[in-house]
């Protein structure tokens, strides 16, 4: 009986291991959906420490039933991807293949494409302090279906001028351009599984080297309609390699690790939003909101004790802060259209609910 029991335990934790190290296929079922909303755990402290992040034993190593233990990543920051319906953005003209939609810190408003052959950034609409850049990018971001070994090559490029009207090292400068281009090659160079804070699952390791190239430019005005040019004013060429560790039927990687000049920069996991105490939302929420969509205002009800309210674009921006008692009417006429985060909090500022708003002018 006992040497039964022993076989019955060994025959279930060989098949255990084996559902644990089995390779598999990443195709477009596994990629984000329209309102799937992701929280990112990023590590701050820790990056700061440069002895422990010159070493790149780190990362793991590349192949076959690899075993990838990202537990040391902390949760010190934690970040929202959100991905919403291009179609709702007032820019959707300018992107009309775009079946996807999310913001990113560096691009601003980003358009997607997502197919059963790649995952691919079409173009950003981006504010800055001289005027809004519309980049046309094409950016292939994962091939798909993608394999072990799966390989591509893209180059995708940012290229915009403005008027500066100002002096630089004693000229006067009529326009600024900037151009850059980053030459991105792409391999998935192993695949087993990974430990992250938060999950363990079977993934493929998706590495990404890209190498950026950026240049400046100004426009000099030596004799005004007689002896105007560009002259180069910097290039600036630097490297980077991200890895990211993609399961099936969750819509995102798990980590990601970013390493610059053979130093962890960053590094990230997809957090459990349980294990954070984000409650998805249910029949049983705290506060209901109403009408969703919504047009000039909504009507927020509470349950019982006073509660803090707080709605934030997909950026990450705080759009409106209200104090919330049984009732109350919030004017949010002066919001976008677009998708909006709102979350819920309690009298220790601790997030007890999150969910999603939808603004339709």
């Known amino acids: 009986m006992k040497k039964t029991l022993q076989i019955i335990c060994l025959i279930v934790l060989t098949g255990t291991f084996s559902t644990l190290k089995a390779q598999i296929t990443i195709d477009e079922s596994d990629m984000p959906e329209i309102n799937d909303l992701f929280l990112f755990a990023n590590d701050i402290t820790t990056i700061a420490d440069s002895t422990l992040f010159t070493n790149l034993l780190l990362i793991g190593d590349i192949g076959e039933t690899q075993v990838w233990d990202l537990t040391w990543i902390k949760n010190d920051v934690i970040d929202t991807t959100f991905y919403f319906d291009p179609a709702t953005t007032p820019d959707y003209a300018l992107f009309p293949t775009a079946n996807l939609a999310t913001t990113s810190s560096e691009m601003g408003l980003v358009y997607l494409l997502k197919n059963s052959t790649k995952m691919e950034a079409l173009g950003a609409i981006t504010p800055t302090q001289f005027g809004t850049i519309i980049s046309n990018l094409n950016q292939t971001v994962l091939t798909l279906p993608n394999n072990y070994q799966s390989t591509f090559q893209d180059t995708a490029v940012v290229d915009f001028a403005f008027y500066f009207g100002q002096q630089i090292q004693g000229m006067q400068v009529d326009s600024l351009r900037f151009k850059s281009t980053n030459f991105i090659t792409t391999l998935t160079d192993g695949w087993g599984t990974v430990m992250t804070p938060h999950y363990t699952d079977n993934v493929l390791r998706v590495k990404e080297n890209t190498i950026t190239v950026d240049t400046s430019w100004g426009y000099v005005v030596v004799v005004p309609g007689v002896v105007e040019y560009w002259i180069p004013f910097e290039t600036k060429i630097d490297s980077s390699i991200t890895y990211s560790w993609f399961p099936k039927l969750v819509g995102s990687s798990l980590a990601e690790v970013t ?101 339709i002018h």
């Not at 249910?282 to 509470?302: C, F, G, M, Q, R």
């Not at 006073?306 to 921006?317: S, W």
């Not at 109350?328 to 677009?338: A, K, Q, R, S, Y």
Request: net charge neutral.
């Open 259 to 359: 390493v610059k000049h053979d130093t962890i920069t960053e590094a990230k996991f997809l957090a459990d939003p349980n294990a954070l105490k984000i409650n998805k939302i249910d029949a049983e929420k705290l506060v209901n909101i109403y009408p969703n969509p919504a047009n000039d205002y909504i009507t927020v009800i509470s349950k019982g004790n006073i509660c803090k309210l707080e709605i934030y674009n997909v950026a990450g921006q705080k759009c409106i802060e209200v104090t919330v008692n049984n009732k109350i009417t919030v004017d949010i006429e002066n919001l976008n259209t677009g998708i909006y985060i709102y979350k819920v909090l309690d009298f220790n500022n601790k997030v007890i609910e999150t969910g999603k708003l939808n603004i």
